[in-house]
């Protein structure tokens, strides 16, 4: 059997519960029309649970993986093989998958996708990721980045074989989205700031937590709602904080209901990522589609494709940096309607046809 793509990626089956961001990326990236089943394999590496199992759970299923990995590649030898990892194990086994794919389909192209800006600082205090890159930019014969982070740390990525492509969103899959509620936001109704994402300490949830308390002690009579969608390690510990800040905070858990995530963003007056790391966050996508103003730290792909003050709002991460992001639009009423039609301006860069067609462009470009 000749193959024309071989996938690996987040593409777990439809009865799983495995969620998150490389899934959406996935199914955006490479949708079945232009990878067609007659021509494509999408073999799925995503782990078995969310959060992920224990570690020897993890790697008794990832030595299971790359057997399958190595079925598959000496019984088909695709014409391209496309790998997306993330950080940490998820490297080291990509480079196996990479090896493998090497040895048993020499003449196979193969293209790498980094999905997490992360593992640029991991490579820095551990030999066995910084082993593992360097020999990925020895065999890889493409590259598809979502900023120019990687080109900056390595320089040899600036080349032909480089390129750059965001994240995108299918906004017809969010039915409040750029609605006629959403347009109509009033403070009236209460001011509401949501955070969607894995309650981890990378997120620094805690950050938006302080920002807010901060804010309101300077601005005694303004109260703000604060809704969190997700789940996570730090979780008890920010209801703890909660509590102690005396934020009237919500926390909805997972919302698999694309319905009621939806309607969420869209009552919502803003939305605040405050992580320490990121690739190219789909919550902020969902964010913009629901015009939602967006205040976010420098992460990841953002500074790249956003314009500070005019697409979205960048803070440093300290609360009072965020105190004040958030005066700009809880005051400024034209300056946050303002911030609303640039994003509607811009929102249609990031379809998914546009940029699954780009990225497939490249990939048959590779020889």
């Known amino acids: ?11 777990p089956p439809l009865s799983s519960d495995v969620i998150g961001g490389q899934v959406t990326a996935c199914m955006n990236l490479f949708p079945p029309t232009l990878y067609p ?5 999408r073999f799925d590496s995503t782990q078995i649970s969310n959060p992920p199992p224990h570690f020897l759970v993890r790697l008794a299923l990832s030595f299971l993986k790359v057997f399958r990995f190595t079925f598959l590649i000496y019984k ?21 998958f990479v090896l493998v794919a090497r040895l048993f389909s020499s003449n196979s192209r193969i293209i790498l996708f980094p999905r ?3 593992v640029l600082s991991q490579l820095s205090c551990n030999f066995f990721l910084r082993y593992s890159f360097a020999l990925l930019l020895r065999i890889a014969n493409g590259w598809v980045l979502q900023s120019p982070s990687f080109i900056n740390k390595f320089p040899v990525l600036d080349a032909p074989s480089t390129f750059i492509s965001p994240n995108s969103i299918d906004s017809g899959l969010y039915p409040y989205s750029l609605s006629s509620l959403v347009l109509a936001k009033q403070k009236s109704l209460g001011f509401s700031i949501l955070f969607v994402g894995w309650l981890e300490p990378v997120k620094q949830v805690d950050l938006i937590f302080y920002g807010i308390r901060h804010f309101m002690n300077k601005h005694a009579n303004c109260d703000i709602e604060f809704n969190i969608i ?10 703890h904080l909660a509590t102690k800040l005396c934020i009237n905070t919500i926390f909805h858990g997972w919302v698999s209901d694309k319905n009621l995530l939806s309607r969420i963003y869209s009552e919502s007056s803003c939305f605040c990522l405050a992580s320490r790391q990121e690739g190219f966050p789909n919550v902020v996508l969902e964010a913009l589609i629901h015009n939602l103003p967006v205040l976010s730290t420098q992460v990841g792909a953002l500074p790249y494709f956003f314009d500070d003050n005019r697409h979205i709002i960048f803070f440093h991460s300290s609360p009072d940096s965020l105190s004040r992001s958030i005066e700009k639009i809880y005051f400024d009423s034209d300056f946050y309607k303002l911030l609303q039609v640039n994003s509607r301006r811009l929102i249609s860069d990031f379809s998914p046809t546009v940029t699954s067609s780009k990225v497939k462009g490249f990939i048959d470009s590779i020889s």
């Open 230 to 239: 997700g789940d996570g390690s730090c979780r008890h510990d920010l209801e």
């Open 1 to 11: 059997m000749k193959l024309k793509y071989l996938l690996v990626g987040a593409f």
């Open 37 to 41: 089943s007659s021509n494509t394999v």
């Open 116 to 118: 997490s800006d992360v």
């Open 76 to 96: 088909c030898r695709p014409q391209y093989v496309c790998i997306l990892f993330t950080s940490g194990s998820s490297l080291l086994e990509k480079t196996l």
